[in-house]
T-cell receptor, first 112, second 112 residues
Framework: DGGITQSPKYLFRKEGQNVTLSCEQN?????MYWYRQDPGQGLRLIYY???????QKGDIAEGYSVSREKKESFPLTVTSAQKNPTAFYLC???????????FGPGTRLTVL | AQSVSQHNHHVILSEAASLELGCNYS??????LFWYVQYPGQHLQLLLK??????LVKGIKGFEAEFIKSKFSFNLRKPSVQWSDTAEYFC??????????FGSGTKLNVKP
């Protein structure tokens, strides 16, 4: 069953702690993305990766970090430097940068 | 920076009414255009896309969209909505085979 998995679905952390969100795809896609979805603001791009061992900052990268050591995995770390981390985070993948993106179910992060 | 605007944030319609959701984007070179839909409790999924050719594109579930280059618009239409069309709709633009930009979304409520 091909697709994108994100875990966990809900995540709670204390302020000041780093937290890593998981994203795995078995679609054999080269490109992967992380978005943040806030009410009334749509999806905003955090980071994206065209290929293994390479990634680029999106529009709101401050306070986040990523790695792309394997084609199928693109974990996102929300660091303590992120001023407003409570949000819904979506991971996506596509065959190429301009191709249709396929989305995971999302992780809702709440920082207390 | 590029931007995508969806002016209707919340639309309420009765079943069988016609739908048109607006999407405008800023100039930025070559564009590929998409509409995504997020049904309650489900992943974001592709509704339709335009890369080139006939500017009137048809998607799933009777939706269509028209690309009007001179107006920088890619409006979504459906002649007769159903209760099952209740969802949030996102317009997305890929500029120059690079990053995607998403609109803020339109929540559609269809009353049975």
């Amino acid at each position: 069953d091909g697709g994108i998995t994100q875990s966990p679905k809900y995540l709670f952390r204390k302020e000041g702690q780093n937290v890593t969100l998981s994203c795995e795809q078995n679609l054999n896609h080269d490109a992967m993305y992380w978005y943040r979805q806030d009410p009334g603001q749509g999806l905003r791009l955090i980071y994206y990766s065209q290929i293994v061992n390479d990634f680029q900052k999106g529009d709101i990268a401050e306070g986040y970090s990523v790695s792309r050591e394997k084609k199928e995995s693109f974990p996102l770390t929300v660091t303590s430097a992120q001023k407003n981390p409570t949000a819904f985070y979506l991971c996506a993948s596509s065959g190429g940068l301009s191709d249709t993106q396929y989305f995971g179910p999302g992780t809702r992060l709440t920082v207390l | 920076a590029q931007s995508v605007s969806q002016h209707n944030h919340h639309v309420i319609l009765s079943e069988a009414a016609s739908l048109e959701l607006g999407c405008n984007y800023s100039y930025g070179g070559t564009v590929n255009l998409f509409w995504y839909v997020q049904y309650p409790g489900q992943h974001l999924q592709l509704l339709l896309k335009y890369f080139s050719g006939d500017p009137l594109v048809k998607g799933i579930k009777g939706f269509e969209a028209e690309f009007i280059k001179s107006k920088f618009s890619f409006n979504l239409r459906k002649p007769s909505v159903q209760w099952s069309d209740t969802a949030e709709y996102f317009c997305a633009v890929n500029y120059n085979f690079n990053k995607f930009y998403f609109g803020s979304g339109t929540k559609l409520n269809v009353k049975p």
